[in-house]
Nanobody
């Protein structure tokens, strides 16, 4: 079973920064795209940022210029650097990985348990 372990969430003041990390806890044969989603109370989950195996990135408009997604393929780790945080960034942030658990498995989506990010003074 592959479980994604997230870290780095917390409480921060407006204008502050946080860095989220996500790594699989079990063996995973290969990873394609990786991404971060978030869900605020009463809202649908949305894609915040994604990164392909080749390093191409995409962001939701509301975080462009403030958030940066990156990955370390040697460590199977994906990061989300969040700067200039705003109260509207408050949400539970989920890591997502698309990959194969074993070489003969079809590609599938794996999710983390979520980490709370709260931006408040």
């Amino acid at each position: 079973q592959v479980r994604l372990v997230e870290s780095g969430g917390g409480l921060v003041q407006p204008g502050g920064s946080l860095r989220l990390s996500c790594v699989p806890s079990g063996f995973i044969f290969s990873i394609d795209a990786m991404g971060w989603y978030r869900q605020a109370p009463g809202k649908q989950r949305e894609l915040v940022a994604g990164i392909t195996s080749g390093g191409s990135t995409n962001y939701v408009d509301s975080v462009k210029g403030r958030f940066t997604i990156s990955r370390d393929n040697a460590k199977n780790t994906v990061y989300l650097q969040m700067n200039s945080l705003k109260p509207e960034d408050t949400a539970v942030y989920y890591c997502n990985v698309n990959g194969r658990r074993r070489w003969y498995d079809p590609t599938g989506d794996y999710w983390g348990q979520g980490t709370q990010v709260t931006v408040s003074s």
